[in-house]
């Protein structure tokens, strides 16, 4: 009896141990930087190994994970005029990727229609993939997966995340090579996500893709927007600084390119004039 006793005490002072690193773990993850994130990721690691099979805890650490590597990566977002796959930044994902998708794996299997669970599978999909190079891997068939797990979260809840599926959707079509590419249908994903929330990521999508397809006056109105706009979720706060930072950047290239457009258009307009004025004499 007395051997029980202890025995019990013994599981019980571990679950409660367990329990306290979990509390001091979630109220690190409302902390949005690479060191706090890590901490959390840390305690997580630690209670899963008491609680192997605890799929709350497997989700909770796959999703501290990824945030670790959105803040690192500035989560491996779109660009104007170049892809984040930097060797610094592979290396990252190479390290971190293979983890937060083993377990987010895990826990998508067992509850296929918890939206966070797609979305944290979406996020670990793509960076483990990421590790690799993103045209690279979207040219050996991950780009059908890309696609898959953004119409999931569209079809789970497409208001979650402040529209997520729609903003990834939209980036897969913006990057995607030949025949997925698309940045028309990237635009009208982009403004879908936008109707849903007016959030800092989605302006800043919504501008980067206005850009690519030459659209600059939009571009400009929306990477102004994103340097006052308040990020919508958790998520978007993990790389918020950096899309404030490349919106700023990305504006100055805007607007130089929006002044050529219109100083080529006064120029076709005061070439047509002359041209009338010729025919007439």
């Known amino acids: 009896l007395i051997l029980r006793g202890r025995m019990l005490a013994a599981v019980a002072a571990l679950a409660a141990a367990t329990a306290g690193a979990t509390l001091r773990a979630d109220a690190l993850m409302m902390r949005r930087d690479a060191s706090h994130l890590e901490e959390a990721m840390k305690l997580y690691s630690r209670a899963l190994e008491t609680a192997p099979g605890d799929l709350d805890l497997q989700l909770k650490l796959a999703d501290a994970i990824n945030g670790v590597m ?10 104007i005029d170049k892809l984040l796959d930097t060797p610094e930044h592979k290396a990252i994902w190479k390290r971190l990727g293979p983890k937060a998708l083993e377990l987010a794996t895990s826990v998508q299997k067992a509850r296929p229609n918890d939206v966070r669970a797609a979305a944290v599978y979406a996020d670990a999909y793509m ?3 990421s590790a690799k190079g993103i045209i690279k891997q979207a040219m050996q068939g991950a780009a059908s997966v890309f696609k898959a797990n953004a119409e999931r979260l569209i079809r789970l809840d497409s208001r979650y995340d402040s529209g997520v599926g729609y903003a990834l959707l939209g980036c897969f079509y913006a990057v995607a090579p030949w025949p997925y590419g698309n940045l028309d249908e990237a635009a009208r994903q982009l403004d879908k996500a936008l109707a849903v929330a007016r959030s800092q990521r989605n302006a800043y999508y919504v501008a980067v893709v206005a850009y690519k397809r030459g659209d600059y006056a939009r571009a400009v109105e929306f990477f102004k927007f994103a340097q006052s706009a308040r990020p919508g979720s958790a998520s978007e706060q993990d790389f918020s600084d950096f899309m404030r930072r490349e919106s700023a950047r990305a504006l ?8 050529s457009a219109q100083r080529r258009c006064a120029d076709a307009d005061t070439d047509g004039s002359r041209r009338k004025s010729r025919r007439r004499a």
């Open 252 to 259: 100055r290239m805007a607007e130089s390119e929006l002044e």
């Open 70 to 79: 959105r803040c690192k990566t500035h989560s491996n977002t779109i660009v």
């Open 127 to 129: 960076f483990a993939c």
